[in-house]
């Protein structure tokens, strides 16, 4: 059951996106009293300063109750040498940002904020406007702006606009690294030390080359046909989920929350059973049930359903969607394994072609432009809630309805990114999908170290050094670019190759291409099976 669903969410889980936001701080202050709300602005239009010392402070003048498409509009009450100089506050609508830049600009104000009840959307203009405007603007949420009259009670306020640029490194790509490392690691680990405890149980067949279910419901994969057709059904899923994907996001939840459950029940049963704590048996009519499974199964199925009612949460949820995937992929690349070398090889190449093909190749085929991956790791309603196109960012002004998300990566905040936070919270992202498939080959060569009796575990170290790597070069190269990455791209060349490496520098290809359990060629080793055991 567990395997059914792990393939199933599997194919959906291979997702990334990057956003590229131009978010700013309007720090806010009467005396003792201090506040900072976001701002969006356009970076190329009208900069702001860096810092809150270098940014000018100007005093704020309510102007809500007009939009400011001409100089009549301005109230009567209000004289003009207090318009002279301030920040204004205006409405949105009836006008474009431009004009109303203008008007304030006539009338001598210093900048020019502008409120909205539903979305906060890079300002932009037509290319004569653009020299036109001498004066900061952006955009302000409208409850963030009644916020400030209950906050400072109606007194004069002063303003300043600053947009602090985000750090080139976050903290948060270390912890990714880290998280994303430590996994495949640790699954590779887990994989080769369950073959260890299955050798002995192993039948004629040997090890590699077939197909076949241990008691433990572990799936071995042998034939490349059956890869290529379960690549061609993540296919047919990821294109099902570009054009059903409000249906189809509750059925992944729904795996997704079964499946982590499971798979943090095996995490933990396997570390308590290390620990050696006992377990305590009875039995209700000729059912045997054990205490430490009844109370692990309450404590995961809990934190399951805490993740389901709070995943929009996403100030804490995280964390335990990060402590769900990890479970995940530990327990996906203990129970799923590839029997030889021949099929890490096709099923990673044919995953590659797959993460390559739905990033960059199918931009030319929808009718927005954006890729089938990118927008079913958004979802359809990203366009009005959190909406990237070139150098455009779209901010709900107003709490609503929050879009459904895929629950398949992880995340982990962007602890340096500010005026973003202040926004919304910001996360760096990586997918499963580039932690379990190269992490089914690092379980690969962790169990052709059982095999060969490598007392130094030459191939999973290797393995896992090259993955790490190949996660370093992918990160580095999404900076410079500061655009999103398949890490495939990366990943699946640096761990194939190295893999393949040391299997020929050893003088093992031949074993490790089939995944036999014949003895070896060097004859200094031992048997990959014990004497008198049949090859």
Same mark, same amino acid.
């Given at each position: ?150 906050? !400072? ?13 985000? +750090?080139?490194?976050? /903290? =948060? &790509? %270390? *912890? ?105 048996? !009875? ?13 692990? +199964?309450?404590?995961? /199925? =809990? &934190? %399951? *359903? ?230």
């Amino acid at each position: 059951m567990a395997s059914t669903l792990g393939f199933l969410l599997l194919s959906t889980i291979l997702l990334a996106s990057q956003m590229n936001c131009q978010e700013a701080i309007l720090h806010i202050s009467n005396g003792g009293v201090h506040r900072e709300y976001c701002l969006v602005y356009n970076q190329s239009w009208t900069p702001l300063a860096e810092s809150l010392d270098k940014a000018a402070q100007y005093p704020l003048l309510n102007l809500t109750t007009t939009t400011l498409c001409d100089r009549s509009s301005v109230p009567p009450d209000v004289p003009a040498a207090l318009v002279n100089g301030s920040a204004l506050v205006v409405q949105s609508g009836e006008c474009n940002i431009s004009r109303k830049a203008l008007v304030a600009q006539s009338l001598g104000a210093k900048a020019l904020l502008v409120v909205n009840r539903k979305y906060l959307i890079t300002p932009s203009a037509n290319e004569s406007d653009y020299a036109k405007v001498r004066i900061p603007l952006a955009l302000m949420r409208y409850r963030d702006f009644q916020d400030t009259k209950e906050a !400072f009670g109606g007194k004069k306020m002063r303003g300043q606009l600053y947009a602090p640029p985000p +750090a080139p490194l976050d /903290v =948060s &790509v %270390a *912890v990714m690294l880290l998280i994303a490392v430590s996994t495949v690691a640790l699954g590779g680990y887990w994989s080769g030390a369950c073959e260890r405890q299955r050798l002995p149980g192993v039948g004629a067949d040997g090890a590699g080359g077939r197909e076949d279910k241990a008691d433990s419901g572990d799936v071995f994969l042998y034939s490349p046909l059956k890869v290529v057709v379960f690549v061609g059904l993540m296919c047919l899923m990821l294109v099902l989920m570009y054009f059903f994907y409000n249906v189809l996001v509750y059925v992944i939840i729904a795996i997704f929350c079964l499946a982590s459950a499971t798979a943090l029940f095996s995490c933990f049963d396997a570390v308590l059973e290390i620990i050696g704590i006992g377990t305590v048996r !009875f039995s209700v009519r000729n059912w045997e049930f054990s205490v430490r499974s009844l109370i692990l +199964a309450a404590v995961c /199925v =809990s &934190v %399951a *359903v805490i993740w389901v009612v709070y995943r929009n949460e996403d100030r804490w949820i995280w964390i335990l969607q990060d402590l769900l995937g990890i479970a995940f992929c530990l327990n996906f690349m203990k129970t799923i394994s590839l029997s030889n070398f021949k099929i890490c090889v096709i099923l990673l190449s044919l995953l590659l072609i797959y993460d390559v093909f739905f990033v960059f190749i199918t931009p030319f085929f929808t009718k927005n432009g954006v890729s089938i991956m990118v927008q079913v790791a958004l979802g359809p309603d990203a366009a009005t809630g959190e909406k990237t196109q070139g150098n455009m960012v779209g901010i709900p002004a107003e709490p609503g309805t929050p879009t459904e998300k895929l629950p398949v990566v992880m995340r982990v905040p962007r602890f340096m990114a500010v005026a973003q936070n202040l926004c919304r919270m910001q996360f760096s992202i990586l997918g499963y999908g580039d932690i379990i498939i190269p992490g089914l080959l690092v379980a690969y060569c962790s169990r052709f170290d059982v095999w060969v009796n490598s007392s130094r575990k030459i191939y999973l170290v290797s393995c896992c050094i090259a993955y790490t790597l190949g996660l370093i070069g992918t990160f580095a190269v999404m900076l410079l670019t500061e655009t999103g990455q398949p890490a495939l791209l990366y990943l699946v060349p640096v761990t194939l190759i190295t893999s393949a490496a040391v299997a020929a520098r050893r003088g093992e290809m031949k074993h490790f291409w089939t995944g036999s359990v014949h003895k070896v060629l060097d004859s200094t080793r031992e048997p990959l099976l014990p004497e008198g055991r049949p090859g």
